[in-house]
């Protein structure tokens, strides 16, 4: 995502979606009440009222008061229209479409520490480009690292019988060569996770000829090829370089290094324990939920979490939004916590 414009003073920011994730960013940034304009296509009647009258579709530019905003293949963002030119009528609803390359100026009474942290991610993380393959000689798992987790791309099966074994070996690891180098020639991924149990990647590296593909390549280890073997990957120690730019890797060791703290007494948690924290300064990390901030958002007590945002930042704490898989850990203890400065004498 690419900020545009910024004046926070009058509560406007005005932004370009650049990829999917950043549809995914502003479905949480933009809520019911924000002013959205920006050019828009609407339906317009051309000749009066009588049957001859014609609907034709025209860009305008629009600004509507956001009652609903969904976000399937596309965002959409529907309210009714308070600004327009003279030939449409205020008053009446519209629905934005937001894509990749889309421009919009999102208005608000006031800029949450929620939205801003989200707005700030959206502008870091496009860096995130990781393609990981993990494998056996039967099966290939194809994700795709992203802002809020990760997505399977392809899961690809093996047909390796003992008969002919070396040969269908071969051809199933070449198989996996040809996905690896189409999917780089769509997407140009900064970085490629090779993963598997055993030696199964010393077999793939044979068929991989692309010099250009093999610099990308970071090799780890797995236990097996199942459900659960992405999260696995994301906390080898072996890929922690490459990792480090992902967001929901980073999100899992900070829950890790969190609930350590708590068997240590080195962190607290629930929303009374970590304002008194915050109160007497002594807060290194804010972890806050998004579904935390989602439920108080519909249960109109944000303003709780805002202000303890708030006076995190005057201390200079660091806060981070949880929003990857890591969310169910935190939210299973009150979906708010913090990681303390120094350890508290309670004796």
């Known amino acids: 995502m690419k900020i545009l414009h910024k004046d926070l003073k009058h ?29 828009t296509e609407r339906k317009i009647k051309i000749g009066g009222a009588d049957e001859k009258s014609k609907i034709s579709r025209v860009n305008v530019f629009l600004k509507i008061k956001a009652e609903k905003i969904n976000n399937d293949s596309m965002l959409r963002i529907s309210g009714l229209i308070v600004d327009a030119p003279e030939d449409i009528p205020r008053g009446e609803y519209h ?7 889309t421009v919009i100026t999102i208005e608000k009474a006031q800029w949450s520490r929620y939205a801003l942290k ?3 991610e959206a502008v870091d993380d496009n860096s995130v480009n990781i393609l990981i393959v993990a494998f056996d000689r039967e099966e290939a798992i194809f994700a795709r690292l992203k802002n809020n987790g990760h997505e399977i791309l392809l899961d ?4 390796v019988a003992k008969k002919d074994f070396e040969e269908k070996k071969t051809n199933f690891y070449a198989e996996i060569v040809r996905q690896i180098e189409g999917y780089d020639s769509r997407n140009a991924y900064s970085n490629i996770i090779i ?10 590296l044979k068929e991989l000829k692309n010099d250009a593909i093999k610099k990308k390549i970071t090799m780890a280890n797995c236990s097996s090829i199942d459900g659960s073997v992405i999260n ?9 370089t490459v990792l480090q730019k992902d967001r929901s890797a980073k999100e899992n060791v ?8 708590i068997r240590k007494d080195n962190a607290a948690y629930g929303l009374k324990q970590v304002a008194d924290k915050i109160n007497s ?58 990681i303390l400065r120094w350890k508290e004498n309670y004796g």
Request: hydrophobic fraction near 40%; charged fraction near 35%.
């Open 95 to 101: 629905t934005f479409s937001v894509e990749e390359g």
């Open 195 to 204: 993963a598997s149990p055993a030696f199964w990647k010393e077999y793939l």
């Open 118 to 120: 989200k707005l700030d």
């Open 156 to 159: 690809l099966k093996g047909d």
């Open 281 to 338: 300064g002594n807060v290194l990390v804010l972890l806050v939920s998004e579904n935390l901030i989602r439920k108080s958002r519909e249960e109109k007590t944000y303003f709780e979490i805002d202000r303890l945002m708030r006076d995190a930042e005057l201390i200079n704490a660091d806060i981070k939004i949880i929003s990857s898989d890591a969310v169910k850990k935190l939210d299973g203890i009150s979906g708010i916590a913090c």
């Open 254 to 261: 900070l829950i890790d290094e969190l609930l350590d703290g």
């Open 232 to 240: 696995e990957i994301l906390k080898r120690p072996e890929l922690k």
């Open 11 to 39: 509560g406007i920011i005005k932004i370009k979606a650049d990829n999917s994730e950043d549809l995914w960013y502003l479905e949480s940034i933009i809520e019911p009440d924000d002013l959205i304009s920006g050019m």
